[in-house]
């Protein structure tokens, strides 16, 4: 009982903090979820389009640059990674994960180039979570606010465009690009923007982390794609994907309950290393839960038989 009421209290206190980062990554687990699921476009560009808006965010804030605009700044910045990205696999056919590489692993230099150095602190600079209301900056409380005031409007944003004439163009361009083509849609622009926006997204995550730390960090978006891929899949376990809506919603569900698991692991004292192996234990269990419902309500028959039949 001892043990169960300090794991409790241990992660009660963690709350906080960890809601805050997760509602900061959703936007890269959002990066993640609208090139695999929207175009069918396997990229891994948020890797490097994370940290990316991280060190422009960094260097502008440092230079004291308006923190909205350094965020502004750092969207724009992996806007034009992800057409990069895009536009290599178009133009040079090159597979769309061997594109993505080349990209993260340029980018990595690019970083470099921008802040001159390895990682920047940007303790004592004005950030954009200064401006929550009622709440004192600097505490976890301003940063959900924040960032869940910035996720709503870009779920309610992309909600209402991928329902316009060009956001169903470019979800068609993912379905049937032949037949989009032959209804006289532009694969090629609907692609790069597409992956564009993706990228956008990361590098948005990227600057409001930084803001968040305090610091900016090269190094900062390594592992950062498995976390976001495993969240995705969680929010997908437990919202769905049937509707534009539920795929819109699923990043940012998956990534507070995908974070929310960190943090129980932590209080229950789980060591760091292990964090990876509980959480890929879960998302294995929420990925195969469906399967078992159904293999059940056949009669039991195994999964490998069904799709046999």
């Known amino acids: 009982m001892e043990f169960l009421s300090s794991t409790f209290t241990s992660y009660v206190a963690l709350v906080p903090v960890t809601l805050a980062q997760s509602l900061i990554l959703a936007f890269v687990v959002l990066g993640i979820m609208i090139p695999f699921r929207t175009l069918h476009f396997p990229d891994l560009t948020s890797e490097g389009a994370y940290p990316l808006g991280g060190c422009v ?6 230079a004291g640059v308006n923190p909205a605009l350094a965020i502004i700044a750092a969207l724009a910045c992996g806007f034009v990674a992800g057409c990069c990205t895009a536009l290599i696999h178009l133009r040079f056919r090159i597979h769309t994960l061997l594109a993505g590489i ?6 990595y230099s ?3 180039r921008i802040m001159g150095k390895s990682n920047l602190s940007i303790f004592g600079s ?3 979570y200064n401006w929550a209301p009622f709440v004192t900056p600097g505490f976890p409380v301003s940063k959900i606010i924040i960032a869940g005031i910035i996720g709503a409007g870009v779920f309610l944003a992309l909600n209402w465009f991928f329902k316009t004439e060009k956001g169903t163009a470019l979800r068609a361009v993912g379905s049937n690009p032949a037949m989009a083509e032959a209804q006289g849609i532009s694969v090629w622009a609907s692609t790069i923007a597409g992956v564009g926006l993706a990228s956008a997204f990361s590098a948005t995550s990227g600057a409001l982390m930084v803001q968040s730390q305090g610091f900016a960090d ?3 978006g390594l592992g950062i794609l498995i976390n976001g891929l495993a969240a995705l899949m969680i929010g997908e376990a437990v919202v769905g994907k049937k509707s534009v809506f539920r795929q819109l919603l699923a990043p940012f569900v998956g990534a507070i309950i995908y974070y929310q698991l960190v943090s129980l692991c932590l209080a229950a004292g789980m060591p760091p290393p292990d964090l990876k192996l509980a959480t890929g234990l879960f998302v294995l269990a929420m990925l195969a839960l469906p399967t078992l419902k159904r293999g059940r309500g056949a009669g039991g028959a195994p999964a490998h038989e069904k799709l046999r039949e």
Do not use: E, Q, R, S
């Not at 965010?57 to 440092?62: N, S």
């Not at 080349?102 to 980018?107: E, K, N, R």
């Open 110 to 112: 690019i970083n470099l």
């Open 57 to 62: 965010c960094g260097i502008l804030i440092a």
């Open 102 to 107: 080349l990209m993260m692993t340029m980018l």
């Open 126 to 128: 004005d950030t954009v």
């Open 218 to 220: 090269v190094n900062m």
